[in-house]
């Protein structure tokens, strides 16, 4: 048997590297999040990351592509998109200084079987055998790491689970409503909805005070830059830069259902950053329920 050839224009080995890179920079970005939650506040650091990041999106724009327009084709779409997306990293970080790292990685990349649950009543397309046990394999994983059964169950780890469901809409919208936006475009709204949540949300609780009292990472004033929050925010800046433009020239290069595979591997770093930084190491059931979280995925992609 032959093998089939790949399309025009596809460079897969190139695809894949760029897929592990970018999810490397991400679950590093991550537990960078989780490390400086207890000196920034969650507003703080979109504002500041995204202000970072848009100047550089602006000037690649400018060189690479001059003939592209920064102003959305479908703003409404975008615009919600955008508001979807910064609502799922809300969630996604806020679960990230109670919940362990890897077993929030696990919970969240569910969302490819949200997007195989969604994909059917929202644009038409079955789910299939393969799909029905991905849906059944990703929810027994769940189960495994959140464990509803005994006395550690952690109602934070229900956030990322929350961000899952919210990206897979996204994914849906944008593979729906948002196709022919230029990623970069897409990536700098994403940035300017980071800083109006983030100065919206400063300006709340600047106005109704900090219910915790003594500050928290939702809800207290910024804190000090020093030279490690800097460090940590150029970080930041770098991770979500790789992270909305190298995910979308990987799925441009390689068939997704490929792609997709090794963008898993972020459950993998993400343990790897929980151990070095945060001395985690999840339970055997836990591990359990991340490996069927991740076949469930990988079944989900593929079909």
């Known amino acids: 048997m032959t ?26 970005g991550d537990a960078l999040i989780k490390q400086t939650s207890a000196s920034l506040v969650l507003w703080q650091i979109f504002v500041l990351r995204s202000l970072l990041a848009i100047p550089v999106l602006w000037v690649v724009l400018v060189l690479r592509y001059p003939t592209v327009s920064i102003r959305p084709r479908v703003p409404v779409w975008t615009a919600l998109r955008s508001a979807m997306l910064t609502t799922m990293w809300i969630a996604y970080y806020a679960a990230l200084p109670h919940v362990d790292l890897s077993l929030a990685a696990a919970v969240y990349y569910t969302a490819p079987i949200f997007i195989t649950l969604f994909a059917a009543p929202l644009l038409g397309e079955a789910v299939g055998r393969a799909g029905w046990l991905a849906i059944a394999l990703g929810f027994a994983g769940v189960a495994l790491i959140l ?100 995910a979308a020239i990987a799925y441009q290069l390689g068939p997704p259902s490929v792609v997709a595979t090794f963008d898993f591997a972020y459950v993998g770093f993400a343990a790897m950053w929980g151990f070095l930084f945060f001395a985690e190491a999840p339970d055997r059931t836990a591990i359990a329920g991340m490996a069927l979280i991740v076949a469930a995925g990988i079944i989900a992609v593929r079909r």
Do not use: Q
Not at 15 to 21: C, G, L, Q, S
């Open 147 to 246: 464990k509803p059964w005994d006395g550690t169950f952690n109602l934070y780890a229900l956030l990322p689970l929350a961000a899952a469901v919210l990206y897979a809409l996204s994914m849906i919208l944008t593979r729906s409503k948002c196709r022919d936006e230029h990623p970069l475009v897409l990536s700098a709204i994403l940035n300017l909805t980071f800083i109006l949540a983030g100065l919206l949300a400063t300006g709340l609780w600047a106005v109704t005070g900090d219910p915790a009292g003594a500050g928290s990472f939702l809800s207290g004033s910024w804190g000090p830059l020093g030279t490690a929050e800097m460090a940590a925010l150029v970080v930041l800046t770098l991770s979500i830069l790789i992270g909305s433009v190298g």
């Open 3 to 28: 093998r089939a050839a790949a399309p025009a224009g596809d460079n897969l080995r190139l695809a894949v590297i760029v897929i592990v890179a970018t999810v490397l920079g991400l679950s590093l």
